[in-house]
């Protein structure tokens, strides 16, 4: 089993739907959660960041982690055709110069 | 630069073959990381370099692979005799501080063995 498991997808939706990205993981020690937004043929870049449990919003993002459950999640709201990219979530164990373990990624679909 | 700069982009290798893939950071970021990520998957830990020394090299697959940043600025991935299974794309990060402040990522170098 991998530290964290993430749905491939890929996932279809509408223009304006909202939109829920979700990982689980395995490891307690990750304290760290980011989620990075993948175009094709580009490098990852970061969306959200989030330390412990709670919820983060920025814009029409809104992270949201439950460590008692090693769940988080992404919303979406009001998705747009320039959405459409590979969503990977992250982890860490502390916030200095920690390695990042990802999930496999979603592949998101905002059709107009 | 702007950005964090890796060359080439594509990289087509037969097998057996070394190759050496470059990335130039952020000036002034004191970390780099290096990523392996196969086709569907998300990246993978490799390397990591503070300034010009390698503190933790327990991702890399292999002894044939190789990473150095002499003076603490630009760094090379080197893989010798590469094999099927190196074909992936990978991706070089640097950060002037920490998680929180995010990782920036290149656009990668997409290497294919044949």
């Known amino acids: 089993q991998k530290e964290v498991e993430q749905d491939p997808g890929p996932l279809s939706v509408p223009e304006g739907a909202i939109v829920s990205l979700n990982c689980t993981y395995s490891n307690s020690a990750f304290q760290y959660f980011m989620w990075y937004r993948q175009y094709s043929r580009k490098g990852p870049e970061l969306l959200m960041y989030t330390y412990s449990s709670g919820n983060k919003e920025d814009g029409r993002f809104t992270a949201q982690v439950d460590k008692s459950s090693k769940y988080i999640s992404l919303f979406i709201r009001d998705s747009q055709p320039s959405d459409s990219a590979t969503y990977l979530c992250?982890?860490?164990?502390?916030?200095?110069?920690?390695?990042?373990?990802f999930g496999k990624g979603t592949m998101l679909l905002v059709s107009p | 630069g702007a950005g964090v700069s890796q060359s080439p982009r594509y990289k087509v290798a037969k097998r057996g073959q070394d190759v050496a893939l470059r990335c130039d950071p952020i000036?002034?970021?004191?970390?780099l990381f290096w990523y392996q990520q196969a086709l569907g998957q998300g990246p993978e830990f490799l390397t990591y370099f503070q300034n010009e020394a390698q503190l933790d090299k327990s991702g890399l697959p292999s002894d044939r692979f190789f990473a150095e940043r002499p003076e603490g600025s630009v760094s090379t991935l080197k893989i010798q005799r590469t094999q099927q299974e190196d074909s992936a794309v990978y991706l070089c990060a640097s950060t002037l501080g920490g998680t929180g402040n995010g990782y920036t990522f290149g656009s990668g170098t997409r290497l294919t063995v044949v």
């Open positions: 000036s002034g970021h004191v970390s």
């Open positions: 992250a982890m860490a164990r502390n916030s200095g110069y920690s390695t990042l373990t």
